[in-house]
């Protein structure tokens, strides 16, 4: 099942650094793209389905943290 997320940064290059990480393979195995605008990005990851807690989400978190970013609504 597939899941999603965003993120908002400060600025675009921000954003753009978030997006070039993900595209390095940093966090596993996720789909990315700009969101509403180009400092919100939007992230597609695999849920497993006999899980609660994804350990994608937590690497996600983790990362955009470390580019001031932060969850946003879809």
Do not use: W
Not at 6 to 19: D, E, G, K
Not at 61 to 71: M, R, V
């Amino acid at each position: 099942m597939k899941a999603e997320i965003a993120y908002r940064f400060p600025t675009a290059s921000l954003a753009s650094r978030f997006l070039a990480e993900l595209e390095t393979g940093a966090v596993g195995r996720v789909q990315s793209r700009r969101h509403h605008d180009d400092c919100c990005v939007l992230v597609i990851y695999q849920l497993n389905p006999s899980s609660r807690f994804s350990p994608v989400v937590a690497e996600l978190d983790d990362l955009a943290e470390s580019l001031q970013g932060k969850e946003c609504e879809i």
